[in-house]
């Protein structure tokens, strides 16, 4: 059974629209992580949370919203979608105090 | 800057042939360093990891890496390459952020490629 469920697989998006992609770990980690990979850029760090506080947050832009509305979920809300934002967004966990992090499947967007 | 670099974006061998994916840190102290494999329209998986300690570190499927100080890298390495080996691998190093947790900081891969 996959222990990090990422929803959708594929999402395609219409400029300026808003949405929800969806995180759930099953590995009893209570840090959380959000990460980027584009074809113009490699795998970039977004956010972390650690019990469900966001730790960290290294994306420019406020269209970018995680949420944690329990302690193995976090959500990634996207509003006002661009083009360039069509990337793939892979959601992460570890336990806080070590360091490897272990990585769900990815949610394809493309924002036409 | 504290990050790592892959210098060979592109490596093709022979199957049964020897490979060494090569990965340079920058990081003040003692870094933990990570491989990851990253399979077509998947996700990344964790081939190993170096905490401080033994210098080489063995991982899944044969994979080892050894840790240089010296050298500042943490080269990836396998005696055999199997064509289920062609992936993109990725090098990482944890960032700490004072207060704030962690990150992974990436290399910008290295794709894999296995002739027969």
């Known amino acids: 059974d996959p222990k990090i469920i990422q929803k959708p697989k594929y999402l395609v998006a219409v400029t300026g629209s808003e949405k929800i992609l969806i995180c759930e770990q099953y590995?009893?980690?209570?840090?959380m992580y959000w990460y980027r990979q584009s074809a113009k850029k490699p795998l970039e760090f977004m956010f972390s949370?650690?019990?469900?506080?966001?730790?960290d947050n290294q994306t420019a832009s406020s269209r970018f919203q995680p949420q944690s509305s329990k302690k193995n979920h976090l959500d990634l809300q996207i509003t006002a979608l661009k083009p360039d934002d069509s990337a793939t967004y892979f959601c992460?966990?570890?336990?806080?105090?070590?360091?490897?992090?272990?990585f769900g499947p990815g949610t394809r967007l493309t924002v036409l | 800057a504290q990050s790592v670099t892959q210098p060979d974006a592109r490596v093709t061998v022979s199957e049964g042939a020897s490979l060494q994916l090569r990965c340079k840190y920058s990081?003040?102290?003692?870094?933990?360093l990570f491989w990851y494999v990253q399979y077509p329209r998947q996700g990344l998986q964790l081939l190993l990891k170096?905490?401080?300690?033994?210098?080489v570190v063995q991982g899944v499927n044969g994979f080892e890496a050894e840790f240089s100080k010296s050298n500042s890298s943490f080269h990836l390495r396998k005696a055999s390459v199997h064509w289920s080996d062609w992936a993109v691998y990725f090098c990482?190093?944890?960032?700490?952020?004072?207060?704030?947790?962690?990150?992974?900081?990436f290399g910008k891969g290295a794709k894999l490629t296995v002739s027969p």
């Open positions: 992460a966990s570890s336990h806080r105090g070590r360091a490897e992090q272990f």
């Open positions: 590995l009893g980690h209570n840090a």
């Open positions: 949370y650690s019990y469900q506080k966001l730790m």
């Open positions: 990081y003040f102290g003692t870094p933990y």
């Open positions: 170096y905490y401080p300690g033994d210098p």
């Open positions: 990482a190093v944890r960032i700490m952020q004072q207060g704030t947790g962690s990150k992974l900081s």
